[in-house]
């Protein structure tokens, strides 16, 4: 009887182990304050019925690539992005970069993906105070021009 595959637990990257870096205007630092990142890919989709067909078929129509970060307010970049754009009319050059880099997943190596052209939808907060003991937190969402994939992790060998 031969043994039935199984995934490797330590193959369940870790998303704390991420390295996320931002780019502002050539100005480049570690993003040490972040709680959480997400970067996706947004397939948009339009119906496509057909006479004589009960099942409708769907075809790919555009994509977007919206972003969203939420981490303690110790820094300054956000409401620099924001002068900048007040004062100039020009919102500045933003890339997210994040790579996953879980060491107990060394079977299927790194992963970096680069979120480039970056621009904020939505508020940004630019002060905040509150009677309880709570940390300043700021959540910051917006969209990608374009991205790439400078390392892609591996697939294991058990799922081949």
Known sequence: MMRRAEMNPGDAILAKEADVLVTVDNIRI????????????????????????????????????????????????????????????VFPEITIQCTNDDPAAAEIGRSTVVANGCVFNGNVLLAKAASNDDFVEQSLSGFARSVTFPEKQRTPGYML
């Open 30 to 89: 570690k993003w040490l304050t972040l709680l959480e990142l997400e970067i996706n890919y947004d397939v948009k989709t339009k119906e496509v019925p057909a006479v004589g067909n009960t099942v409708n078929g769907y075809k790919v129509s555009g994509v977007g690539i919206p972003w969203s970060a939420r981490g303690y307010k110790v820094d300054s970049v956000a409401q620099d992005a924001v002068q900048k754009y007040i004062e100039t009319g």
